[in-house]
């Protein structure tokens, strides 16, 4: 079966970097497109970046767009969030998503399958 196992997450003070990870097995992951969320408590789960099967098309929110950075290595099957310059804002449970189509989607609904969620937590 299909199993997205996020890590990474942890406590860290504004202005930090932390990078998850998601690790994917039971699919094919380089045609696999992949999509990172995140869900504070009391709101919707909010989109933080998508990137397509090959890597080509990358996608941000504004709210993230020149502080997070998406990444993919098909050979260790492991899809990257790299979150510079982090704000108590920030904090959620970020999760990964998977989308065997390969396409790089903005809408949760477009993903098959999800991860578990890995915690960030950002002091001021």
């Known amino acids: 079966q299909v199993q997205l196992v996020a890590s990474g997450g942890g406590l860290v003070q504004a202005g930090a970097s932390l990078r998850l990870s998601c690790a994917a097995s039971g699919l094919t992951f380089s045609r696999t497109g992949m999509g990172w969320f995140r869900q504070a408590p009391g709101k919707e789960r909010e989109f933080v970046g998508a990137?397509?099967?090959?890597?080509?098309?990358?996608y941000y929110p504004d709210s993230v767009k020149g502080r997070f950075t998406i990444s993919r290595d098909n050979a260790k099957n492991t899809v990257y969030l790299q979150m510079n310059s982090l704000k108590p804002e920030d904090t959620a449970v970020y999760y990964c998503?998977?989308?065997?189509?390969?396409?790089?989607?903005?809408?949760?609904?477009?993903?098959?399958?999800w991860g578990q969620g890995t915690q960030v937590s950002v002091s001021s």
């Open positions: 990137i397509s099967w090959s890597g080509g098309s990358t």
């Open positions: 998503a998977a989308d065997p189509t390969g396409g790089a989607h903005l809408l949760p609904l477009n993903y098959r399958y």
